[in-house]
């Protein structure tokens, strides 16, 4: 069982940075595959990064590449999503979530067996 803490949400004006963070218990952090996801009012839960065990491989929805940065620390149990360059379309809750198969570049939402609850970014124009 693993259990996620979300953080650094906000309210911000377009084109701020924010860094989310994502804290996980357990001692197996390093055997998950990690990722972030996001859903705004009306939508569905979207991919937005996927990190591997080792942090040496990544992924990014085509929406935020060359904005967002996902890394982590498994010394700290932590995943990070650093948002730069924000817009209002990036307004939306932020989830992390960890799978524990490790599956290659992981942007199935069923993928994931565990999640956070999620922490909200606004993004004023």
């Known amino acids: 069982q693993v259990q996620l803490v979300e953080s650094g949400g906000g309210l911000v004006q377009a084109g701020a940075s924010l860094r989310l963070s994502c804290a996980a218990s357990?001692?197996?952090?390093?055997?998950?595959?990690m990722g972030w996801f996001r859903q705004a009012p009306g939508k569905e839960r979207e991919f937005v990064a996927h990190?591997?065990?080792?942090?040496?491989?990544?992924e990014y929805a085509n929406s935020v590449k060359g904005r967002f940065l996902i890394s982590r620390d498994n010394s700290e149990n932590t995943v990070y999503l650093q948002m730069l360059s924000l817009k209002p379309e990036d307004t939306a809750v932020y989830y992390c979530?960890?799978?524990?198969?490790?599956?290659?570049?992981?942007?199935?939402?069923?993928?994931?067996?565990?999640w956070g609850q999620g922490t909200q970014v606004t993004v004023s124009s």
């Open positions: 357990g001692r197996t952090f390093s055997s998950y595959g």
């Open positions: 979530a960890a799978d524990p198969n490790g599956y290659y570049k992981a942007t199935d939402p069923t993928h994931y067996r565990y």
């Open positions: 990190i591997d065990r080792s942090g040496g491989d990544t």
